[in-house]
């Protein structure tokens, strides 16, 4: 079955730091990867994905994301983080059943990331 | 456009209680799922649907039910609710499958005494 860790569950950075929170997953096959976003008292809203080609997907505000497949990877990072990016951070996993035209997708435990003034 | 909708916000129930809450999305979307929100557990699938009449089992499926009689409904039953149904309960919806962007609904919180 397919998993997905994420294994930093809180963390704690100073404005302009640098970030990089890890994801990742359990699946041989083809997958399509998102991360999604929690700010507080908000729903879940896309920050990126990665369907195919560049394993290096740019999302919104500043986000990126590398896919590495030899590693069952898909870590997020940003340069230099704002206060704004206070939030709890999701990846997703969606495994592509060869043979079934349902798939369902499976997302991580979270981040909960801390930004300090 | 709405996107999609949930109510109740808030719902608190006694043990053995029954209710539904209620999903509705106005984007034409084939597949709608419903996930629930416990700290540190992040998202945890609980049913979805890739259309009407056709609904299937996620990881944590136990005490739920669904139907899918509309392409725009999606509501979950909870048939004798528990205190270990406790939660954040998220409605999505998504064109093209569980393989593109999930739309979010604002959540209903439960509380079950």
């Known amino acids: 079955a397919q998993s997905v860790s994420q294994h930093n569950h809180h963390v704690i950075l100073s404005e302009a730091a640098s970030l990089e929170l890890g994801c990742n997953y359990s699946?041989?096959?083809?997958?399509?990867l998102f991360w999604y976003v929690q700010y507080p008292g908000q729903h879940l809203q896309l920050l990126l994905k990665?369907?195919?080609?560049?394993?290096l997907v740019k999302g919104i505000k500043g986000f990126e994301a590398e896919f590495i497949k030899s590693k069952f990877s898909f870590n997020l990072r940003k340069p230099s983080v704002q206060w704004s990016d206070t939030a709890e951070y999701f990846c997703?996993?969606?495994?592509?059943?060869?043979?079934?035209?349902?798939?369902?997708?499976?997302f991580g435990s979270g981040t909960r990331l801390s930004i300090r003034p | 456009n709405a996107g999609v909708t949930q109510t109740p916000k808030f719902q608190v129930l006694k043990t053995g209680q029954s209710m539904t809450l209620q999903c509705a999305q106005d984007?034409?979307?084939?597949?709608m799922s419903w996930y629930r929100q416990d700290p540190g557990m992040g998202l945890r699938l609980i049913h979805y649907?890739?259309?009407?009449?056709?609904?299937d089992q996620g990881e944590v499926p136990n005490g739920y039910n669904v139907s899918r009689s509309t392409t725009e409904d999606f509501p979950l039953r909870l048939l004798s609710a528990a205190p270990s149904q406790t939660s954040v309960y998220f409605c999505?919806?998504?064109?093209?499958?569980?393989?593109?962007?999930?739309?979010f609904g604002p959540g209903t919180r439960l509380t079950v005494l």
């Open positions: 999505a919806s998504s064109s093209s499958g569980a393989y593109n962007e999930q739309f």
């Open positions: 699946y041989g096959g083809t997958v399509n």
């Open positions: 990665y369907f195919s080609g560049d394993p």
């Open positions: 997703a996993v969606n495994a592509l059943p060869m043979y079934s035209s349902a798939s369902k997708i499976i």
């Open positions: 984007m034409n979307h084939e597949y």
């Open positions: 649907s890739v259309g009407a009449g056709i609904t």
